[in-house]
């Protein structure tokens, strides 16, 4: 399937590695032009090289979405680049784990500005050319949490939540100009973020190895998900062939919800 992307012009963010990195590898393949920014900078210059070595055409900006400075950096790196942004993919780390009474309210605060103002900066910055336009694609990195709230994940769960309200909202704002604005819902993939959940989640005489047994238990498939696998449902999203689909959560999940929307 031809998904319309060659030629198109994506931001990602959080793409050093894990799910992010995996997003930026498919709309790679799929022949967009890609801006990809992280925090560290080691890890995001492998990434871009690595992608460059593949064929892509790429543009590294180390960054800090958190900080309203950074992102007018990244978007700015990207005009330059490319003219304009036609995909925006926001995904940020998850904040961290804990029930509501280890976390102070500068936690919830640096969680606010991490994974709630980072979407509405980036997107406040890119919408304008994509209405401009009458084409854009933008695809938020959320959680399972905002379908089925996850244990001692208070923060992810309250403010993904209300990144999932934004955006279904914003969807229907845009939507007679060509821009559609959607969801991605990963579950348990293999991932460093996964990794360190279960560390943070181990009983007292236990392992991470128990808690991944566990949450692989929890999962219909019977197995966490592979990057890649959730990489190709944003890409789907990202694309001319989505070009009906807006205002939509899409949990990637092995089927761990259990809700029936």
């Not at 236990?206 to 944003?234: C, K, N, Q, T």
């Amino acid at each position: 399937m031809d998904l319309g992307l060659r030629g198109k012009r994506a931001l990602v963010a959080a793409a050093s590695r894990g799910l992010g990195r995996a997003i930026a590898e498919e709309l790679a393949a799929e022949g967009a032009r890609l801006v990809i920014c992280a925090r560290g900078e080691a890890a995001l210059r492998t990434t871009a090289a690595d992608l460059e070595a593949a064929g892509a055409t790429v543009v590294a900006v180390t960054a800090d979405l958190s900080e309203p400075a950074d992102v007018e950096r990244v978007v700015a790196a990207a005009v330059e680049a490319f003219g304009g942004v036609d995909v925006l993919v926001t995904n940020t780390g998850g904040p961290p784990a804990g029930p509501f009474a280890s976390h102070s309210a500068e936690t919830w605060q640096l969680a606010i500005r991490q994974n709630l103002e980072s979407v509405l900066n980036l997107t406040r910055l890119v919408l304008p050319g994509m209405r401009e336009r009458r084409w854009g694609r933008i695809i938020n990195v959320t959680s399972i949490a905002v379908k089925q709230p996850v244990e001692n994940l208070i923060l992810s769960n309250s403010v993904r939540a209300a990144v999932t309200g934004f955006a279904r909202t914003l969807a229907n704002e845009v939507a007679a100009e060509g821009v559609t604005v959607n969801n991605v819902l990963p579950g348990y993939h293999r991932t460093r973020r996964v990794e360190e959940l279960a560390e943070r989640n181990a009983p007292p005489g236990g392992g991470p190895a128990d808690v991944l047994s566990r949450w692989e238990r929890e999962i219909p498939m019977g197995r966490l998900g592979e990057p890649r696998e959730f990489a190709a449902v944003v890409a789907f999203l990202a694309s001319e062939r989505a070009s009906y689909v807006t205002g939509t959560s899409v949990p990637v999940d092995g089927g761990w919800i259990r809700a029936l929307l």
